[in-house]
């Protein structure tokens, strides 16, 4: 990719978490049995009207809020025209010159550097129905059928500038955008679900300045899948300009089996879907007063809490950012820290131990979780029992205390019983304690490791280490020292 330079700008679609559809009362609930969530209104049917939903507007307003836009108190709702088998009304209704908000900026980490980029608009429109496909994507699929469960689901469509240098770039913005909208409550953004999905336009550039046509790749559903297509289509793109050829402004798709982007069709500008203004729908017209309440609603937003991690607890870079990036990790370790415990000791049991037993399933009370770091800072029990602890109280419920006193689990620190297993350890490596004597001090790992097997993990691991080392300095013939 030497001399040419890539810009990518990214148009991010949002479900909004409401109950209902954007113009009419039909339930929004994923997974539903096909078309059984409509009416009327999302069907398009003649006479029907649609009627402005309050609180997708107000999540629209938050999502805004959160990204740093201005809010227009004047926008308009328009009709875009195309023809799709998933468009039931053959209209889309959406914001086109006059949208809800502009101007906003999203600030975020690629690897150590902190980015920026600006977002040029978010505005309001309803979703589209859902194709399935006989095959695994529209590529290669004998038939489509479709479902209008999603018809009329209301959207929030973030725009960024073509600002973006890299696929790694535009990956880690989308990454960070899906964290600030769930932070700020207005989405879950699985992208899974639907509920989170990106279209992607990218150029390449031969020189500075000089002019060529666009390309989109749509509805890229994974993070993945957005890095690796964009990835592809710059090699593509390249390919092109350097045998003599002409990029040409289409839109593509990704086919994740092949690994490489497919042409679907000539891109469409805004003339071939007709704006004009939604006759069925006023101007949508904002109380000032009724945004500054939303805004004081917002809560402590991502790089706002890291900031806030580092500096007040000390924690690393590593511990901040898996705590931020798991907005039910981070509620733990606060409640957790608030009781006065140490932030670095809470800190790295909450991102394990707890994290991993979390990604499978269930969730244990940051009360309970408090009551195990306790038994096992105070010497009560040792950390591998308190791993063995930990899972059970996922899979069960229980309590730490009702759970060590059922297993009647203790610590083992009697010197003379540690002793004991030390020799017995020792004395079945002599080639290794050798070893370790002529430099491998790496090797009290091991040592540790086997004393801990023989005590079933109910070894004190402090004075363990301790008597190992004293126990290596002396040799083969080492009896324990008497305090």
């Given at each position: 990719m030497t001399g040419y330079e890539i810009r990518i700008g990214l148009e991010i679609h949002v479900e909004l978490a409401t109950n209902t559809k954007i113009f009419c009362g039909c339930a929004v609930e994923f997974g539903a049995p096909p078309n059984s969530q409509c009416c009327p209104v999302c069907l398009g049917l003649p006479g029907s009207l649609p009627v402005l939903n309050r609180a997708a507007v107000e999540y629209a307003i938050r999502a805004a809020l959160a990204l740093n836009c201005t809010i227009n108190l004047y926008s308009e709702f328009v009709r875009k025209n195309y023809f799709y088998p998933d468009l039931p009304k053959a209209f889309q209704i959406t914001q086109d010159d006059k949208p809800l908000a502009v101007n906003g900026l999203l600030r975020y980490y690629l690897g150590d550097e902190l980015m920026e980029t600006q977002i040029t608009r978010l505005h309001l429109e309803e979703e589209a129905g859902k194709s399935i496909h006989s095959g695994e994507s529209i590529i290669g699929s004998e038939y489509t059928s479709v479902d209008y469960n999603r018809a009329g689901i209301p959207l929030a469509e973030i725009v960024t500038a073509p600002t973006m240098n890299s696929p790694a770039q535009a990956?880690?913005?989308?990454?960070?955008?899906?964290?600030?909208?769930?932070?700020?409550?207005?989405?879950?953004?699985?992208?899974?679900?639907?509920?989170?999905?990106?279209?992607?336009?990218?150029?390449?550039?031969?020189?500075?300045?000089?002019r060529v046509e666009k390309v989109e790749i749509k509805n890229l559903n994974s993070f993945r899948a957005l890095e690796r297509a964009l990835a592809y289509e710059a090699e593509r793109q390249v390919r092109v300009l350097e045998r003599g050829g002409t990029v040409m402004p289409e839109t593509r798709?990704?086919?994740?089996?092949?690994?490489?982007?497919?042409?679907?069709?000539?891109?469409?500008?805004?003339?071939?879907?007709?704006?004009?203004?939604?006759?069925?729908?006023?101007?949508?017209?904002?109380?000032?007063?009724?945004?500054?309440?939303?805004?004081?609603?917002?809560?402590?937003?991502?790089?706002?809490?890291?900031?806030?991690?580092?500096?007040?607890?000390?924690?690393?870079?590593?511990?901040?950012?898996?705590?931020?990036?798991?907005?039910?990790?981070?509620?733990?370790?606060?409640?957790?820290?608030?009781?006065?415990?140490?932030?670095?000791?809470?800190?790295?049991?909450?991102?394990?131990?707890?994290?991993?037993?979390?990604?499978?399933?269930?969730?244990?009370?940051?009360?309970?979780?408090?009551?195990?770091?306790?038994?096992?800072?105070?010497?009560?029990?040792?950390?591998?029992?308190?791993?063995?602890?930990?899972?059970?109280?996922?899979?069960?419920?229980?309590?730490?205390?009702?759970?060590?006193?059922?297993?009647?689990?203790?610590?083992?620190?009697?010197?003379?019983?540690?002793?004991?297993?030390?020799?017995?350890?020792?004395?079945?490596?002599?080639?290794?304690?050798?070893?370790?004597?002529?430099?491998?001090?790496?090797?009290?790992?091991?040592?540790?490791?086997?004393?801990?097997?023989?005590?079933?993990?109910r070894a004190e691991p402090r004075l363990v280490n301790k008597l190992l080392v004293e126990a290596l300095a002396e040799g083969r013939n080492w009896q324990p020292r008497a305090e």
């Open positions: 990956r880690a913005f989308l990454e960070q955008l899906r964290l600030v909208l769930q932070y700020a409550g207005v989405s879950d953004c699985k992208m899974e679900n639907g509920s989170l999905r990106c279209d992607a336009n990218i150029t390449v550039h031969p020189e500075p300045g000089m798709t990704w086919d994740e089996r092949a690994q490489k982007t497919v042409r679907m069709r000539v891109k469409a500008g805004a003339p071939d879907y007709r704006y004009f203004p939604e006759p069925d729908l006023p101007p949508l017209e904002l109380d000032a007063a009724w945004i500054e309440e939303i805004r004081s609603t917002l809560p402590e937003l991502p790089l706002e809490k890291e900031a806030r991690y580092q500096e007040a607890y000390g924690l690393s870079t590593y511990d901040t950012g898996v705590l931020v990036r798991a907005p039910q990790l981070a509620q733990v370790f606060e409640a957790t820290v608030a009781q006065g415990r140490d932030p670095k000791f809470v800190a790295n049991w909450v991102t394990g131990d707890y994290a991993h037993l979390a990604r499978l399933g269930g969730t244990v009370s940051a009360e309970h979780f408090g009551q195990l770091l306790d038994m096992i800072s105070s010497g009560a029990i040792s950390a591998a029992q308190g791993k063995t602890v930990l899972q059970e109280m996922f899979a069960r419920g229980v309590s730490p205390r009702e759970f060590v006193a059922e297993m009647g689990f203790t610590v083992i620190a009697d010197r003379d019983f540690l002793g004991k297993v030390i020799r017995e350890v020792l004395t079945g490596h002599p080639e290794l304690v050798e070893r370790y004597c002529n430099g491998e001090d790496r090797l009290l790992g091991f040592f540790v490791g086997q004393v801990m097997k023989a005590t079933n993990g």
